[in-house]
């Protein structure tokens, strides 16, 4: 599951899920332990978790799947274009 975070100024990270409004406050050991490949000096930036930590850091989830993610954005391309009266 794809994950958006940003560190906090005391060194924590708010995590969130794309599309939807829930964040949660993590500290930065426990982030840095499910998602290694972050540089501690990374400010913003998105990262890929897998649905077992996204149901323990969010608790009860709806399962998205890649599928899912693809047609919502396609929906938004399509209403954008549609807007645009094109």
Do not use: H
Request: aromatic content about 12%.
């Amino acid at each position: 599951m794809n994950i958006i975070f940003e560190k906090q100024q005391n060194g924590g990270y708010i995590v969130s899920l794309p599309g939807n409004n829930r964040n949660v406050y993590v500290n930065a050991k426990y982030f840095l332990s499910i998602l290694p490949s972050v540089s501690e000096r990374a400010f913003v930036g998105c990262g890929e978790i897998d649905a077992t930590k996204a149901q323990e850091l969010f608790g009860e989830i709806e399962a998205k799947t890649r599928a899912w993610q693809e047609e919502y954005v396609k929906t938004k391309i399509r209403n954008r274009w549609a807007y645009l009266g094109l």
